[in-house]
């Protein structure tokens, strides 16, 4: 091969990184960047790395947070930052409906249960948040009441609901040899991005995130929005309050808590997820296809980190280390993007 071609190659090379930087934005770069080299390690020094059963695996692991990451990730979008409160409503939530399995009311009902709780905690903490509340400690006071609530409702024990029930099929069913929890989330990953890319309410999350002014002067108030992203986020959560109470048939107000997460509390794992994901907690910029990803990285590196023997506290601190990098990266690439302006 000639000098000629191999500059030719060269040239042809960056062009195709460049136009992939500039498509993907240089965030996402380092992201999939990030994620080869973990996947690289993890491949050339676990030896049960690189299998189809430890693939089902970490995404089986990244469904439940990339779920909650899904529904948060609605919240950022529209310029609210974070709801600090996920975990305490999927706490209130696993409550309700273990104690509605437990009177014998079924999965049904049981559910819509949930559910209606968990729209009612998301629209009092939108409805606070759009009408000039700090996203920040109205969150805060809302975990505070809702994890109270679930402590009293429950007397802090233990509820359980006896096997077979109407729930199983969603805890521990599979479908073409996936848990059914992983295609669910596959499920709501897909069509949460279609209704951002596709929809007239997409398109306004993203205007409002990205200038409420705008937004405003368009008649797109940020009360109603507010109310509307907080609701997702609350459905997202009770959602896997019912997952994850139907594979193990009970509930308690710390099963989301770090003491029984061996990677941390929820509520970081979910915020980490958002954060490494690529999405700005500003508003406007970013998707829930990031966070679905956010989720997957997350839980690769997890599983190596297990597969390594690491305990507890390593994994816990790698979790924080992911959101420190993803704060620093985003801010250095918008940082250089302005001095390009």
Same mark, same amino acid.
């Given at each position: ?26 965030l ?14 993890? $491949? ?8 189809v ?8 692991? #990244? #469904?439940?947070?990339g ?6 990730t ?8 974070? =709801? ?11 409550? *309700? ?20 709780i ?24 809302a ?23 109407g ?21 709501? #990953?897909i069509?949460?991005? $279609?209704?951002l ?47 994850? /109470?139907?594979?193990?048939?009970? *509930? ?19 915020? *980490? ?9 500003m ?23 297990? =597969? ?7 994994r816990?601190l790698?979790?924080? =280390?992911?959101?420190v990098?993803?704060?620093?990266v ?5 940082r250089? /993007?302005?001095?390009?302006?």
């Amino acid at each position: 091969m000639t000098g000629r071609t191999i500059s030719g190659v060269h040239n042809r090379a960056l062009a195709l990184i460049d136009r992939w930087v500039q498509k993907y934005s240089a965030l996402v770069v380092v992201l999939v960047a990030a994620f080869l080299v973990v996947f690289i390690y993890g $491949m050339v020094t676990a030896p049960n790395f690189l299998t189809v059963f430890n693939f089902k695996t970490i995404i089986r692991d #990244a #469904a439940l947070v990339g779920i909650m990451a899904i529904g948060l990730t609605f919240v950022t979008l529209s310029g609210n930052f974070f =709801l600090l409160s996920m975990k305490e409503t999927a706490a209130l939530c696993i409550i *309700a409906f273990a104690t509605s399995m437990s009177l014998g009311y079924g999965f049904p009902i049981s559910f819509l249960f949930t559910m209606a709780i968990a729209l009612l905690a998301g629209a009092m903490q939108g409805l606070l948040i759009g009408l000039g509340g700090n996203p920040i400690v109205v969150t805060l006071g809302a975990a505070g009441l809702f994890f109270g609530l679930g402590s009293w409702w429950s007397d802090n024990l233990v509820l359980s609901f006896r096997r077979p029930h109407g729930a199983e099929w969603l805890g521990t069913g599979s479908l073409f040899g996936l848990p059914n929890i992983t295609i669910a989330f596959i499920l709501i #990953a897909i069509a949460a991005e $279609m209704t951002l890319r596709y929809t007239t309410f997409g398109r306004q999350v993203y205007l409002i995130g990205a200038n409420r002014a705008a937004g405003k002067a368009t008649g797109h108030e940020n009360l109603s929005m507010a109310i509307k992203v907080c609701i997702i986020a609350s459905v997202c959560s009770a959602f896997v309050a019912v997952a994850f /109470s139907a594979q193990v048939s009970s *509930a308690h107000v710390n099963y989301f808590s770090s003491e029984f997460g061996s990677s941390g509390d929820m509520t970081i794992m979910v915020i *980490a997820t958002v954060m490494v994901g690529g999405n700005s907690i500003m508003g406007g910029f970013g998707s829930t296809l990031r966070s679905s990803l956010g989720a997957i990285f997350i839980s690769t590196v997890d599983n190596m980190m297990v =597969l390594h023997g690491f305990n507890s506290g390593p994994r816990v601190l790698a979790v924080g =280390l992911m959101i420190v990098f993803s704060i620093i990266v985003f801010a250095l690439l918008r940082r250089g /993007s302005r001095a390009l302006e």
